[in-house]
């Protein structure tokens, strides 16, 4: 099946530097990446949209100049937490929609693993 | 509004008996779909079922089965045969054809199977 892999799973960093996550779409074509943050004991948020080749779209609320994504091919999207602090720390998923599912719309949609983002 | 709603922060089962985690929606849009996520410590979202707005029957996908209650705008999920490893976060979530891609989650319910 469709595989998202998402590194780092894991990262520390210190206050005040960036930190790029990046997800791979390892057997599709991503056309459409989803970027979630998750609070502890708390439910998944939509951060924003990226289509290959254009401009993010994000929700209301989130900064797109602190969370810089970039989609610049159909197998690579990158979130980049600029200038991070304590409060950025938190969980990072990311969700790719399959190119080419026939039900893509239903089950074209397949998860990273998640990176833990700690700032300190 | 709430999207979703789940209702149980927390639940226990015991091994190889069946529970029902509850999920109830809101939309006005005829066409939707209805998922369940399964989230195990480790923090990848796995897929487990789908339902969508016009399917007739309840779907089923091995130990997993959706009980979906269209005018009662709920979706609960029922595993039978619990196993240990069954304990983990299970999220409802929704997607309306009307506002396309987004998924619309619930705040989860921890599940955790005793031996």
């Known amino acids: 099946g469709a595989v998202v892999s998402q590194h780092p799973s894991r990262v520390i960093c210190k206050s005040g530097t960036s930190v790029k996550i990046e997800c791979r779409s390892l057997d599709f074509q991503a056309t459409t990446m989803f970027w979630y943050r998750q609070f502890p004991k708390q439910s998944l948020m939509l951060m924003a949209t990226s289509n290959e080749g254009s401009k993010a779209t994000y929700e209301q609320g989130v900064e797109k100049d602190k969370f810089l994504i970039n989609h610049a091919s159909l197998t690579l999207s990158t979130l980049t937490v600029t200038s991070a602090h304590p409060e950025d720390s938190s969980f990072y998923i990311c969700?790719?929609?399959?190119?080419?599912?026939?039900?893509?719309?239903?089950?074209?949609?397949?998860f990273g693993s998640g990176t833990r983002l700690t700032v300190v | 509004a709430q999207k979703i709603t789940q209702t149980q922060p927390g639940m226990f089962v015991q091994e190889k008996e069946a529970v029902t985690l509850d999920c109830t929606y809101d939309t006005s849009d005829p066409s939707y779909g209805l998922f369940w996520y399964k989230q195990p410590s480790s923090g990848e979202m796995i897929f487990l079922i789908y339902?969508?707005?016009?399917?007739?029957q309840n779907a089923t996908e091995g130990r997993y089965s959706l009980n979906f209650q269209k005018a009662r705008k709920s979706a609960n999920l029922v595993i039978s045969a619990s196993q240990l490893g069954d304990s983990a976060m299970y999220f409802c979530?929704?997607?309306?054809?009307?506002?396309?891609?987004?998924?619309?989650f619930g705040t989860g319910t921890s599940l955790t199977v005793i031996p």
């Open positions: 339902q969508g707005s016009y399917d007739q």
């Open positions: 969700s790719a929609r399959s190119h080419d599912s026939a039900q893509s719309w239903a089950y074209g949609y397949t």
């Open positions: 979530a929704m997607r309306e054809v009307n506002t396309g891609n987004q998924f619309y």
